[in-house]
């Protein structure tokens, strides 16, 4: 048995970012410059403006010493798309599996945005994230639908997803339309370079977590044992295929040892905290 574990020793820095980010350059509350120092001004370390269908220059910004990713939401004729890491603004292909493509050609990164957004539940429906492959996540939190129809959660996507097989990983957003939406969620990425590149390469092996207010201070596995271990405490919870709960712990540590005979294939640890603070971790896949 194989436990890969997606997290770097914990004496790699932790970089607190957001990705999902609009300006006045789509229907955001402010112009990017004031956007970027507003996520600075919060202790922001990278930020990505992801304008609808439009790529906003980050060259000519200050960014006030945190990393700017360049990207863009690719919104129009399907479910939304993030486009991490952006040269250009890509064709919004009807059939998003041709937008998946153009972007791993052009070295970028892919995800799915809001799931469960929208009265239906169902902005992008589950068949079309099983079908399709070249993104490397989904929205398992974002911020914005706090306030819309839908569910701003989609771990349910998330688990029904990983137990048919797919390796994805979990995001957490603003999705920032308004003032109020800055600083609801965000990702916390693990890098030893503080560079745009650093932060992609990160992302696509999956050495973040996301949250919404609680600090994971390490993941760390000694064969056939995990330990999780937080900044405050919380309730620490191991969830492996389709949600299926395998141990909890109210504290600073969970501590769990995949027993020889089991029958699945990942587990991700969410902790819960006061006032409705979150965070997740990646899966750690089980081979």
Not at 8 to 29: E, F, I, R
Not at 164 to 171: C, D, E, L, T
Not at 213 to 220: D, K
């Amino acid at each position: 048995m194989r436990i890969l574990n997606p997290y770097l020793d914990s004496s790699v820095a932790w970089l607190k970012g957001n990705l999902h980010t609009h300006t006045t350059n789509s229907d955001g509350p402010h112009s990017p410059q004031a956007t970027v120092r507003a996520y600075a001004q919060r202790g922001y370390d990278f930020l990505m403006l992801s304008d609808h269908d439009h790529l906003t220059g980050v060259e000519g910004l200050d960014p006030h010493g945190m990393i700017l990713v360049p990207g863009n939401e690719i919104t129009a004729n399907g479910p939304h798309v993030l486009h991490v890491g952006a040269r250009s603004v890509l064709a919004p292909y009807t059939d998003r599996q041709q937008v998946f493509d153009a972007i791993q050609a052009e070295g970028g990164l892919a995800v799915c945005n809001h799931p469960n957004w929208e009265s239906s539940f169902n902005h992008c429906p589950q068949e079309m994230l099983a079908e399709w492959n070249g993104y490397i996540g989904i929205e398992i939190y974002n911020g914005v639908v706090e306030w819309l129809d839908g569910n701003p959660s989609a771990t349910d996507r998330w688990d029904r997803l990983l137990a048919s097989g797919k390796r994805i990983w979990g995001f957490a957003h603003d999705d920032c339309h308004r003032a109020e939406d800055l600083g609801i969620a965000w990702v916390m990425l693990q890098s030893r370079e503080r560079t745009a590149e650093a932060v992609v390469d990160g992302l696509r092996h999956g050495r973040f977590y996301a949250s919404t207010g609680i600090e994971i201070s390490s993941v760390r596995v000694d064969g056939a044992r995990i330990r999780i271990e937080t900044g405050v405490p919380c309730r620490i919870s191991a969830f492996s295929d389709h949600g299926y709960r395998r141990a909890m712990s109210d504290g600073t540590v969970l501590e769990f040892v995949v027993p020889v005979a089991h029958s699945y294939t990942y587990l991700r640890f969410e902790c819960a905290g006061n006032y409705g603070r979150m965070a997740w971790t990646q899966p750690l896949f089980i081979e």
